[in-house]
């Protein structure tokens, strides 16, 4: 049986964990790692950091497995600690600089009083503006958002993918993924199934990043196309739509509008896919509980259940069919079809 107190000392001290790979992370350590152990004043010296401190830093992450530590104050990079370099292809390190960095660290301090006075959303209480304005004001905040979406897209695409392995995909011709950032997942989609075209809505600024989209990284160029607009508005024309971690951020009323969108443009079989972190039944402990709060911190938004979801497309003349779920992995599909 584990002990309450070291259990409820283990949250306590449970920031000081993600502070310290935080910091590796923003100074570059992991990307000056490898496999071979390595002097720690030689890391110091590449990246122009002070021997003494970040040997103790370094050491610190060693103690959470993310480095190893050899004799003569030598590190080397484990295998975990590699999900922290830039270039590993399921990198997390875009990840780490957003919910750790600055402005959503300082989020977190509203909760008490969101909880009070039953308004969410801390971001405008820090900063004074929703936080997809704020990344269009702040260059350096958007552009660690922007980062953050593609760190964390690769493992949430698998999941996706897994979760829809058994549908027909077959039946359709046409994939548009809504608010779906530099199209991995759409591009994945496009990749496993060669007869489908694709198209990817996204925020005109996300966009403008050519090297960052994943069409001609996939070689499905020539059957996906980015278009620039506001789901709010309108949507392009498809046989099915996929929205990953988009639903999420917005209200019940705001998520019934751009559902009743999509509704307008779906083909008339149309299908409607929504990919989030789906909260399980009563009192299973679940990643997406968690990320609920980090939701009422954020915006306006909220982390659902199957059913919930299953309203919101009722709501949006969608008929709800089921709920599709990898082996593994924190996320589920939310599946709706047009009346």
């Not at 011709?173 to 199209?183: A, K, P, Q, T, Y």
């Not at 620039?228 to 705001?254: Q, R």
């Not at 009563?282 to 939701?295: Q, R």
Request: net charge negative.
């Amino acid at each position: 049986m584990s002990d309450p107190q070291a259990n409820v000392l283990d949250l306590i001290f449970g920031r000081w964990r993600s502070q310290i790979l935080y910091a590796g992370v923003k100074l570059g350590i992991f990307d000056a790692l490898s496999r071979e152990p390595t002097a720690a004043e030689s890391i110091a010296r590449q990246l122009g950091l002070d021997p003494a401190m970040s040997y103790r830093l370094l050491r610190a992450l060693g103690s959470l497995g993310l480095v190893a530590e050899h004799r003569g104050r030598r590190f080397s990079l484990t295998e975990t600690g590699g999900l922290l370099r830039s270039d590993h292809p399921q990198s997390l390190r875009g990840m780490t600089l957003l919910e750790e960095g600055p402005e959503h660290y300082a989020l977190w301090k509203h909760l008490p009083a969101m909880a009070r006075d039953g308004k969410q959303n801390a971001f405008v209480r820090e900063f004074g503006r929703m936080a997809f304005d704020h990344a269009a004001h702040d260059a350096a905040y958007g552009d660690v958002f922007d980062g953050a979406m593609s760190s964390y897209s690769s493992a949430q695409t698998a999941w996706a993918l897994e979760a829809l392995d058994a549908w027909d995909f077959g039946s359709i011709g046409h994939l548009c993924d809504v608010g779906g950032g530099h199209g991995q997942m759409l591009c994945s989609f496009l990749a496993k199934y060669p007869h489908l075209s694709g198209t990817v809505l996204e925020r005109p600024s996300v966009l403008e990043n050519t090297r960052a989209l994943w069409a001609a990284k996939l070689d499905v160029a020539e059957r996906c196309r980015y278009v620039p607009g506001d789901m709010f508005v309108d949507v392009p024309a498809a046989d099915a739509y996929t929205m990953k971690m988009i639903l999420h951020d917005w209200n019940d009323e705001e998520c019934v509008q751009i559902l009743r969108n999509i509704h307008r443009r779906a083909s008339p079989a149309g299908h409607v896919f929504i990919v989030e972190h789906v909260i399980p039944d009563v009192d299973t402990p679940h990643f997406a509980k968690l990320f609920d709060i980090h939701m009422m911190c954020w915006g306006t938004g909220q982390e659902r259940t199957a059913d919930e979801y299953a309203a919101l497309l009722e709501r949006a003349d969608w008929k709800y069919q089921t709920t599709w779920f990898p082996r593994e992995g924190a996320m589920g599909v939310v599946e709706g079809a047009k009346r």
